[in-house]
């Protein structure tokens, strides 16, 4: 009897496992150097007497002032989903515009739309957990 070259017993033979999602919860940790300002300050003559040392003397809410200056984040992720929004949208007119030609779009059209869903759907849902403002 001559052996089934294809039998199902064999390894080589079985299909690939089907992914299977899992939540989970991912921590990324970013930081940036930046120039915040404040009024809350003294200008000194320092020490050995060559030049002025500045010192921070009031209060300041540092946290507020790089709100005020800065984009956080979640607004800079907001502003980049606006756009793939955008981007998306006018894929889906011109899919329209060939539709009514009587066309379908091309593999890399569908591609590109796919790509700006996805960075859309990772621009969303993420928290801030902290900020912290360190003197360098």
Known sequence: MIDNPYDSRDPRFEPDPIPVGFMKTVIVTLSKEV???????????DCDGKGYCTEIVGETDWEQVFKDEHRTIPQLLELLEKECE?????????FGVLECQGEKPTKELLDKKRYWES??????????????????
């Open 119 to 136: 960075v859309i759907e990772d621009c969303r849902n993420w928290k801030v957990d902290e900020i912290d403002i360190d003197d360098i």
């Open 35 to 45: 120039k915040l300002e404040t009024t809350a300050y003294e200008d000194h003559i």
């Open 86 to 94: 955008r981007k998306k949208q006018a894929l889906e007119r011109y």
